[in-house]
């Protein structure tokens, strides 16, 4: 009997021991995650997002001009002016809500009509969804609306997600991912969707588990994480160029809206958009500014993200914030690691196009006209 109430007592002692260290951690957790995240170092943001640019809200369509007067440029629009209304220095025309786009026409200096649409399509659970249109080119033209979009992976998508990405005319989505990422988060899309798969670094899969295990050891110092991203990014576009040429072709060879991604639409999607845009001839600072967007569209969820730091020092002391972040966001100089390497190999991004992607200048000619305008 003595016995049984000692071991009774034990166990509730344990428990409650245990029932104290839950509620710390809870604590701490929660104190942890409300505090505002701070960065180790300052992050590179797009400075594309300039006016005029449509927003989209969660109800409506916002079209942002500079002065009041620009109203009278407007043109056409594909749903009715809602309210206007002025907003600091910049004046806010909303747009009811009614489709995933909104089209405007404005009327430019020279009598030209200036296209715009929200580049950013809202998708719950989706990241990074965006279209790469409206972009200028050097040759003075502008990469058409609605042709060509880029995003993280799709295994969120809602029901009413995948009518929107119908109704964006998307017919083809081309995954970028391992077949590890696949088998864990598979994409959701439309029965009459075409799927392909293209994985162009064929040992990504292990130096992403060996990289992870790294990271949360603390084995990895910030240095060697920025080496480690500008290697990949080097690696990528030119080790396997059949794999990448077949992914550029796959894209751009369609008579319909297509769509490419990977897990969070940065790194690979940011590489393959790069080189879709260097075919097109938009100029190499203009690249690096659509690339940038990934930061700017993705700054919630990463901060969001990193404010979970405390909490996995906790199981990993050695988690080191630096390198994290270094992972989460993107830079610019791992995308010139990806070019300088090209044009190691290549001599340059022209010489590049013609002997590795195998598209001969009257293709990529083709590309440009079906593409701009």
Same mark, same amino acid.
């Given at each position: ?23 710390? !951690? ?20 797009? %400075? ?10 969660? &109800? ?12 009278? +440029? ?43 649409? &929200?580049? +950013? ?16 080119? $050097? ?109 550029? %072709?796959? !894209? ?15 790194? +690979? ?5 790069? !080189? ?12 690096? $500014?659509?690339?940038?967007?990934? &930061? &700017? ?9 990193? +404010? ?26 791992? !995308?010139?690691? *990806? ?15 013609? $002997? *590795? ?17």
């Amino acid at each position: 009997m003595l016995t049984s109430s000692l071991k009774s007592l034990n166990l509730s002692i344990y428990i409650g021991v245990m029932l104290k260290r839950v509620f710390v !951690l809870l604590v701490v957790g929660v104190l942890s995650v409300s505090c505002a995240y701070k960065s180790t170092q300052s992050q590179q943001f797009s %400075k594309l997002l300039e006016v005029p640019l449509i927003i989209e809200n969660k &109800n409506n369509y916002e079209l942002i001009l500079k002065q009041p007067q620009d109203t009278n +440029r407007l043109i056409y629009s594909t749903n009715p002016i809602r309210s206007q209304q002025l907003q600091k220095e910049d004046f806010v025309m909303r747009f009811s809500k009614k489709q995933s786009r909104l089209f405007v026409g404005l009327q430019a200096a020279d009598s030209d009509t200036i296209k715009l649409s &929200n580049r +950013r399509i809202y998708l719950r659970k989706v990241p990074n969804f965006r279209d790469i249109g409206g972009i200028k080119t $050097q040759e003075g033209k502008t990469i058409v609306w609605g042709k060509i979009f880029r995003s993280g992976h799709l295994n969120g998508l809602s029901r009413r997600g995948i009518k929107t990405v119908e109704e964006l005319g998307v017919a083809t989505i081309v995954d970028l991912r391992t077949a590890e990422e696949i088998s864990k988060k598979p994409d959701r899309y439309a029965d009459s969707t075409r799927y392909f798969n293209y994985n162009a670094f064929e040992e990504e899969q292990d130096q992403l588990i060996k990289t992870r295990r790294a990271v949360f050891k603390g084995t990895i110092s910030a240095e060697e994480s920025i080496a480690l991203l500008k290697d990949f990014y080097g690696y990528y576009p030119t080790e396997n160029t059949e794999i990448i040429s077949k992914i550029i %072709k796959t !894209l751009l060879d369609q008579n319909h809206a297509v769509l490419f991604h990977c897990s969070a639409g940065k790194d +690979r999607t940011g590489l393959i958009s790069a !080189l879709i845009l260097s075919i097109l001839k938009v100029d190499r600072e203009t690249i690096y $500014q659509e690339y940038l967007l990934s &930061n &700017n569209y993705r700054q919630k969820s990463i901060e969001k993200q990193l +404010r979970w730091i405390p909490i996995g020092r906790l199981v990993y002391p050695s988690l080191n914030q630096e390198v994290v972040e270094n992972f989460s966001w993107i830079n610019t100089r791992y !995308l010139q690691a *990806a070019f300088d390497e090209i044009d190691l190999k290549y001599g340059s991004m022209d010489n590049y196009i013609l $002997q *590795a992607l195998h598209i001969s200048n009257s293709e990529r000619q083709f590309y440009i006209d079906k593409f701009t305008y």
